[in-house]
T-cell receptor, first 116, second 115 residues
Framework: DGGITQSPKYLFRKEGQNVTLSCEQN?????MYWYRQDPGQGLRLIYY???????QKGDIAEGYSVSREKKESFPLTVTSAQKNPTAFYLC???????????????FGEGSWLTVV | AQTVTQSQPEMSVQEAETVTLSCTYD???????LFWYKQPPSRQMILVIR??????QNATENRFSVNFQKAAKSFSLKISDSQLGDAAMYFC????????????FGTGTRLKVLA
């Protein structure tokens, strides 16, 4: 089945540790996104990538890094510089073609990250 | 900067009744897209309905419909014949068309469906 797969579903990070959240899609979408969701807030954009080997910072990129070496993969690394990383992380993707379908993003099931 | 506001943190509706969730937005662009996403307890975001700003006709998807008032910058979601499975967080989102890839989300409305 086509879709967006995020792993792991739950992740625990120790202080000072880097962790990587995986996001894989088999929808042949060009653009991919990472959002962070905190209680009582909407989704905030961390990074997005329109094509392979290119990505841009979103509104809250500090303390995070990404790579886009393959079209189907967009991993997010939460570095030790991110002081408050406990949150729910959502990966999303969209095609860049088509006036109608090209403007809808589709989401993975999300990953919970907790600092211990 | 564009903003999306959902002023109702929580709403309740009796099963089989109708409920309307509010969303307002601020933009200087004339062409854009608006969306409603549902986030059930599983936390996966699911597209409910979308609207292109250039279309005057309100979008409908089965029991879900929108009231799009472009001049008022309002985009409300109406759920008819509410079902227990409709209980979720609902997020309103905006996306421009002028080369931006950013989607702006509201803070969400939690909908409770009472049996």
């Amino acid at each position: 089945d086509g879709g967006i797969t995020q792993s792991p579903k739950y992740l625990f990070r120790k202080e000072g540790q880097n962790v990587t959240l995986s996001c894989e899609q088999n929808l042949n979408h060009d653009a991919m996104y990472w959002y962070r969701q905190d209680p009582g807030q909407g989704l905030r954009l961390i990074y997005y990538s329109q094509i392979v080997n290119d990505f841009q910072k979103g509104d809250i990129a500090e303390g995070y890094s990404v790579s886009r070496e393959k079209k189907e993969s967009f991993p997010l690394t939460v570095t030790s510089a991110q002081k408050n990383p406990t949150a729910f992380y959502l990966c999303a993707s969209k095609t860049t073609g088509g006036l109608y379908s090209g403007n809808t993003i589709y989401f993975g099931e999300g990953s919970w990250l907790t600092v211990v | 900067a564009q903003t999306v506001t959902q002023s109702q943190p929580e709403m309740s509706v009796q099963e089989a009744e109708t409920v309307t969730l509010s969303c307002t937005y601020d933009t200087s662009e004339s062409d854009y897209y608006l969306f409603w996403y549902k986030q059930p307890p599983s936390r996966q975001m699911i597209l409910v309905i979308r609207q292109e700003a250039y279309k005057q006709q309100n979008a409908t998807e089965n029991r879900f419909s929108v009231n799009f008032q472009k001049a008022a910058k309002s985009f409300s979601l109406k759920i008819s014949d509410s079902q227990l499975g409709d209980a979720a967080m609902y997020f309103c989102a905006w996306k421009g068309t002028s080369g931006t890839y950013k989607y702006i989300f509201g803070t969400g409305t939690r909908l409770k469906v009472l049996a």
